[in-house]
């Protein structure tokens, strides 16, 4: 059965920190892995990974794939009280469905 | 730049009612799903559409029906609402590509007593 697992499930550091969350993946014929972040409301697209060994950035946020080893990571560098949220990281397989964690709660403290 | 829109926002219903959650996207995506969302958990794919005509079940279909009568909506309609129904549903909508992402509603808060 294909599964994603998320680590750690929550996780709690001051502003400043560096974070590194986790996801790691079984899932036939997979094509992408996704990270979201979710607030309160819906969540909202971060990186598409396909490619092992390709850091993807946005700002403070970099994610990597790792094909070999089935897994991701991403980073948050200098985390401001604004990155606190629940990461969630998504498998996709060949037919374009998502497999989810069950996320990352992130809690930023001043 | 409606984007992905469902409605109501929130709703208490009665054991044993049923009701029609609403979806309604505008940016001409063939994928369309509906996810319930537990407290603390990730999101679980109940029904999902590949194309107007076509549904297929998910991981938790159970409780659930759903239609995609035009491209745009993909309503979903709980029978006999149950305490175990409470949650929060996200409808969703993509374009089956190399490098499609996928869209969320704003979600619907859901409470069955």
């Known amino acids: 059965e294909d599964k994603v697992v998320q680590s750690p499930l929550s996780l709690v550091v001051h502003e400043g920190d560096t974070v590194t969350l986790n996801c790691s993946y079984e899932?036939?014929?997979?094509?992408?892995l996704l990270w979201y972040k979710q607030e309160k409301k819906a969540p909202t697209f971060l990186f598409m990974l396909?490619?092992s060994g390709i850091e993807k950035k946005s700002g403070r946020l970099s994610s990597i794939l790792d094909k070999k080893e089935l897994f991701s990571i991403l980073n948050i560098t200098a985390t401001q009280t604004g990155d606190s949220a629940v990461y969630l990281c998504a498998a996709m397989d060949s037919n374009y469905q998502l497999i989810w964690g069950a996320g990352t709660k992130l809690i930023i403290k001043p | 730049n409606a984007g992905v829109t469902q409605t109501p926002k929130f709703r208490i219903l009665k054991i044993g009612q049923s009701m029609t959650l609403q979806c309604t996207q505008d940016m001409n995506h063939n994928y369309m799903y509906w996810y319930r969302q537990d407290p603390g958990m990730g999101l679980k794919l109940i029904y999902y559409s590949v194309g107007a005509g076509i549904t297929d079940k998910g991981e938790v279909p159970n409780g659930y029906n759903v239609s995609r009568s035009t491209t745009e909506d993909f309503p979903l309609r709980l029978e006999l609402a149950a305490p175990s129904q409470t949650s929060v549903y996200f409808c969703?909508?993509?374009?089956?590509?190399?490098?499609?992402?996928?869209?969320f509603g704003e979600g619907s808060w859901l409470t069955v007593v």
């Open positions: 899932v036939t014929n997979f094509r992408s």
């Open positions: 969703a909508s993509s374009h089956r590509g190399s490098g499609n992402t996928i869209y």
């Open positions: 396909t490619s």
